[in-house]
């Protein structure tokens, strides 16, 4: 619990800052604590949290909002159990920003570099992965789920175990963007199939495929 007031007394007071205009040259002064489970350049040091660095800014904005309207589960990382990060969702982050302050924190990850990260990988899963994305996601998430200036999102080079939980929020229903071309087929995903898309994304992700 004091560890709880203490991240809250920090996100206030670099909000407060930012507000200020406290170093308009620079970038955000919540990046500080945005940095602590995001990595200060990518990708995240954690295995459950997002590489945001590179992402298009209106990616990053919408995920603001929605985990400030709910449409986003607010998951406290796993890290904060032993004190590697702070004892706080991201709801619990965004309650404290306005739109503009959304908008700066967006626009500025959204001009850093994306830096693909690359999990050990088992071919033959990430094969049936690659088969499942040609049919259902290419469409939306281009050029395999790479291309940096799609705005559905960069999906290779994410880590696993954040691609999967994601998954898995998307079939369960639980993280909610109102495109039924999406959700429907996601939905239909046995496990096996949701291992083979984390497997494939978080995979080959420096480097193509083999067939590729």
């Not at 209106?58 to 702070?86: E, F, N, W």
């Not at 963007?177 to 046995?190: K, L, S, W």
């Not at 497997?199 to 067939?211: D, H, K, Q, T, V």
Request: charged share 25%; with cysteine.
């Amino acid at each position: 619990m004091r560890a709880g007031r203490y991240c809250w007394a920090i996100l206030l007071g670099l909000l407060a800052a930012q507000a200020a205009g406290a170093d308009e040259d620079g970038p955000p002064a919540i990046i500080g604590l945005c940095s602590v489970c995001h990595g200060d350049t990518g990708p995240s040091p954690f295995l459950g949290v997002p590489t945001i660095h590179g992402l298009p800014a209106g990616v990053i904005l919408a995920s603001l909002t929605d985990y400030r309207d709910g449409y986003r589960p607010c998951r406290v990382s796993a890290c904060s159990k032993d004190g590697r990060c702070p004892d706080m969702s991201m709801c619990d982050i965004v309650a404290a920003m306005d739109d503009e302050q959304m908008e700066e924190l967006a626009d500025w990850y959204g001009g850093q570099p994306f830096p693909p990260h690359q999990d050990p990988y088992d071919a033959e899963l990430a094969a049936i992965g690659r088969e499942l994305h040609d049919r259902e996601c290419e469409i939306c998430h281009t050029r395999l789920g790479s291309d940096p200036r799609d705005d559905a999102s960069m999906l290779r080079g994410q880590r696993k175990v954040y691609l999967r939980t994601a998954l898995e929020d998307f079939h369960q229903g639980r993280r909610v963007i109102g495109i039924p071309a999406m959700e429907e087929p996601i939905r239909g995903f046995t496990p096996e199939q949701l291992d083979a898309l984390a497997e494939f994304y978080s995979g080959p992700a420096a480097a193509p495929l083999p067939a590729e």
